[in-house]
């Protein structure tokens, strides 16, 4: 079975500070995706970024980065220059894809991230 | 506009009733998903729908069923509603190999 853990329930970080958002993961697939999502109060579910597990290099995307570290089973999210908008949860999530196209994304509890002016 | 459209966005129902939600997936997606957002559940994988077929199962209750139809949109049907049910559905859609692209939810809510 796959488990996504975020152990940071809340973060306060002041603006333009970066701020590392944890999560680590369990699977015995060796081949899996991993996924960040920001859920804003308005509730939808908005892509950040995306790491592969046969991904040589760390994914980044704008101010987002994915600090992927296999042997530990993490992949941190990292906003750089932390902006009141990027205030929001923040979900992890993995995907493992069998042969047969069956897939889920199975996701960790969140991160609620409160930048302050 | 993330290209997966869920209609109703809000529904206000009460104990015992039975309520449809719909999906549009991406176009050009074949897969489509169902998500249960509460806050004691988190967020939970219901089901997967592959180009019309069921793929894949996660905790979805029997009082719930899901469909994908030929046009590729997808309905997610609750019936005998508990208060319980009350929550955020997600649908997502995807191509084979690519990401997930979440819709805005409907949120139901049971009285």
């Known amino acids: 079975a796959q488990k996504i853990t975020q152990t940071q329930p809340g973060m306060f970080v002041q603006e333009k500070e970066a701020v590392t958002l944890d999560c680590t993961y369990d699977t015995s697939d060796p081949s899996y995706g991993l996924f960040w999502y920001k859920q804003p109060s308005s509730g939808e579910m908005i892509f950040l970024i995306y790491q592969g597990s046969y991904d040589q290099q760390n994914a980044t995307e704008g101010r987002y980065s994915l600090n992927f570290q296999k042997a530990r089973k993490s992949a941190n999210l990292v906003i750089s220059a932390s902006q009141l908008g990027d205030s929001a949860m923040y979900f992890c999530a993995m995907r493992v894809r069998s042969n047969f196209g069956n897939e889920k994304l199975t996701f960790g509890t969140g991160t609620r991230l409160t930048i302050i002016p | 506009d993330s290209g997966v459209t869920q209609t109703p966005k809000h529904l206000i129902t009460a104990t015992g009733q039975r309520v449809t939600l719909r999906c549009s997936p991406r176009s050009g997606d074949l897969s489509v998903y169902w998500y249960q957002q509460s806050l004691d559940q988190g967020l939970q994988f219901l089901i997967q729908y592959y180009n019309g077929e069921e793929r894949a199962k996660g905790n979805i209750l029997e009082r719930f069923s899901a469909q994908q139809f030929p046009d590729l949109h997808s309905e997610l049907n609750l019936s005998s509603l508990e208060l319980g049910d009350s929550a955020l559905y997600f649908c997502?859609?995807?191509?084979?190999?690519?990401?997930?692209?979440f819709g805005s939810g409907t949120r139901l809510t049971v009285v």
């Open positions: 997502a859609s995807s191509t084979r190999g690519g990401g997930y692209t």
